[in-house]
């Protein structure tokens, strides 16, 4: 009999995905980066118990250890375009600075972004969206849009392009629900007809 192989057999299971704009590929609702060119291809997957390893066209572009739970992202630097790299200079504490920097509702939707987030590096995809859309409409228009956003309570990069977009931060934000009590009238019945039971 011939000796047993130096290491151990290690199940594996095979998936094939396709890299997306973020140049990631998910895996059981995690997300592992492939060098940014390769977006748009159809890669290969190897997942052992321990490793999530990637390959495009026969050759290993990417490896990691796999992730538990659901909602991670691993990221290697040098998958990272340029650009994206110097997005990994930000920090909570810078985004809420810059926030605070436009005005108070802006600073509000961004803390709440990072906050609502398990991890707050999650939320900082949404935050640099917005920086980029201070310097594409300006400080003014994007701290009115934070606060029509602020007052729908939809703390989100989407809601505010959106309000953006659509001109919305220059309409008047809708004022606060009348709650003045129902005028008195001889029609209408009050508590004090259902209390005893009518006339």
């Known amino acids: 009999m011939r000796p047993l192989p130096p290491q151990r057999y290690e199940f594996a299971e095979w998936r094939k995905a396709k890299v997306n704009l973020d140049y990631h590929v998910e895996v059981d609702r995690n997300y592992y980066s492939v060098p940014y060119p390769l977006v748009g291809e ?56 810059w926030a605070e920097s436009v005005g108070p509702h802006t600073a509000q939707l961004v803390v709440t972004i990072l906050e609502e987030k398990p991890h707050p590096e999650q939320g900082f995809r949404s935050c640099l969206g917005i920086i980029h859309l201070a310097r594409k409409y300006g400080s003014d228009r994007l701290e009115a849009a934070a606060a029509r956003a602020c007052a729908a309570r939809t703390f989100s990069y ?9 001109n919305l931060d220059q309409a008047p934000l809708p004022g606060p629900p009348d709650n003045q009590a129902t005028p008195v009238h001889p ?10 039971g009518g006339p």
């Open 42 to 97: 159809t890669v290969d997957i190897r997942l052992t118990d321990g490793l999530v390893e990637i390959l495009h066209r026969g050759k290993r572009v990417a490896c990691h250890s796999r992730a538990t739970g659901r909602g991670r992202s691993v990221t290697q630097i040098q998958h990272m375009p340029a650009s994206h790299r110097r997005h990994r200079e930000w920090t909570p504490s810078k985004l809420r600075r």
């Open 158 to 166: 989407s809601s505010v392009k959106s309000i953006l977009a659509h």
């Open 187 to 196: 029609n209408l019945r009050g508590p004090d007809y259902y209390a005893g």
